[in-house]
């Protein structure tokens, strides 16, 4: 009887390996949300009435926009009530509206559906967009795993959040720069509707001389904001402008959305009792130090693919204004590096350095403090040390995009 020599076997390949793991956290996510649903947490309470999460901010939004004043969106009290109307019952706390005017459009077009309808089809449309986007960036199908697989993933989910969207643009624009620059910047510019993580682009694209993505994403987000003001009048920007200190003061300066949810370094610092004024400092003085490593690197000869993860870990870094649903975002960064491994090999420890970020993401519920931002730093240590032994491509200064 012959013996088959296990150890003769050959490893399976990265790709599938990674598939395989994605595949298995996907699966572990559904029946998780499976399990909070049938049990009145998630979607629908006990009683059958829908929940109210941050999505309730959007569709409140867009209801108040439908019915002629969507500055009114942007008054707390106003805005409140519309989310009370929209699950139909009182609820604590208060979901606030701080996006500019042009996300108005994507608000209004939810808002025609029934609450938790829109919801659900808010995810389910966002959703494949995401994952086409980091299978685009891996160049294998594992991709499409390794997006669904993404720790973030749950959490956006279970927030009704727009994460799934933001990756979506980021890593679009980042992966089309080298063959699409006009496309890149069209999806660059429409990531305006969240500003604070488009920090260092102009840096970087300026640094990389990418001439036709700054132009084309300049155009695309003046147009947005000349277009949303004339849908919905200039008042609705007068009211974003107006409320910006307020929500600033509130949720940076009072920490009431609860200083342990800002997964940034100014998160960080308040939630472990720092004062505001050291917090800033760390915050704009980590930021500056991030502006001049991506000028740097974006005007090396490095690989494109380390210089957009680079670009895309450093944008999560850069802003104090982190929540864990927004680290999907991270997720492009790691598709960059996977795509760099299964390219040029993986690194010795890169496996266990990605295992680590994933595990901290995964363990937000029951750790009170900022592991979202320990994820990003490990990610980020990690392109650092292949920039360090990365081998420059081309010539210094050469422009990314013709």
């Known amino acids: 009887m012959a013996v088959t020599d296990i150890s003769a076997q050959p490893a399976p390949s990265p790709a599938r390996l990674i598939g395989v793991i994605g595949l298995s956290l996907a699966l572990g996510y559904a029946v998780l949300l499976a399990g909070v649903f049938l049990q009145g947490y998630w979607l629908f309470d006990t009683q059958g009435q829908p929940i109210a999460n941050d999505f309730v901010n959007v569709w409140a939004a867009g209801h108040l926009a439908l019915g002629g004043d969507p500055?009114?969106?942007?008054?707390?009290?106003?805005?409140?009530?519309?989310?009370?109307?929209?699950?139909?019952?009182?609820?604590?706390?208060?979901?606030?509206?701080?996006y500019p005017p042009p996300f108005f459009f994507a608000a209004i077009g939810l808002a025609m559906l029934p609450y938790t309808v829109a919801a659900v089809t808010w995810l389910a449309a966002t959703l494949?967009?995401?994952?086409?986007?980091?299978r685009m960036i891996v160049g294998a199908r594992?991709?499409?795993?390794?997006?669904?697989?993404?720790?973030?993933?749950?959490?956006?989910?279970?927030?009704?959040?727009?994460?799934?969207?933001?990756a979506a643009l980021m890593?679009?624009?980042?992966?089309?720069?080298?063959?699409?620059?006009?496309a890149a910047g069209i999806c660059l510019g429409l990531l305006s509707y969240k500003p604070q993580f488009g920090l260092l682009f102009p840096i970087a694209l300026l640094a990389g001389r990418c001439w036709r993505t700054t132009a084309a994403a300049a155009a695309t987000a003046i147009a947005m904001a000349a277009v949303s003001a004339l849908a919905f009048g200039v008042a609705s920007w007068q009211a974003f402008i107006a409320w910006m200190p307020t929500t600033s003061r509130v949720v940076l300066g009072e920490g009431a959305a609860d200083w342990h949810r800002l997964q940034s370094v100014f998160g960080f610092i308040r939630a472990h009792g720092g004062g505001e004024t050291f917090a800033w400092s760390a915050q704009i003085g980590l930021a500056a130090a991030l502006a001049i490593a991506i000028a740097w690197l974006w005007r090396s000869r490095q690989p494109f693919a380390l210089k957009a993860a680079a670009l895309a870990a450093?944008?999560?870094?850069?802003?104090?204004?982190?929540?864990?649903?927004?680290?999907?975002?991270?997720?492009i960064p790691v598709a960059f590096m996977v795509r760099l491994g299964l390219d040029d090999g993986f690194l010795p420890g890169e496996d266990i350095g990605l295992l680590v970020a994933a595990l901290s993401l995964l363990s937000f519920p029951y750790k009170?403090?900022?592991?979202?931002?320990?994820?990003?730093?490990?990610?980020?240590?990690?392109?650092?040390?292949?920039?360090?032994?990365s081998k420059p491509h081309g010539a210094a200064g050469q422009p990314v995009s013709a």
Do not use: C, K
């Open 71 to 98: 500055a009114s969106a942007y008054d707390w009290t106003i805005h409140r009530a519309a989310e009370v109307r929209a699950v139909g019952h009182p609820f604590d706390g208060y979901f606030g509206w701080h």
């Open 128 to 134: 494949p967009l995401y994952a086409a986007t980091v």
């Open 142 to 166: 594992a991709g499409i795993l390794l997006a669904l697989g993404f720790p973030a993933v749950l959490w956006n989910v279970v927030a009704g959040q727009n994460g799934f969207l933001t």
């Open 171 to 182: 890593g679009a624009s980042l992966s089309l720069i080298e063959r699409r620059p006009v």
């Open 314 to 331: 450093a944008s999560l870094m850069a802003t104090p204004y982190l929540y864990t649903y927004d680290l999907v975002i991270l997720a």
């Open 368 to 389: 009170a403090t900022q592991v979202g931002f320990f994820a990003v730093l490990v990610v980020a240590a990690l392109i650092v040390r292949r920039a360090l032994m």
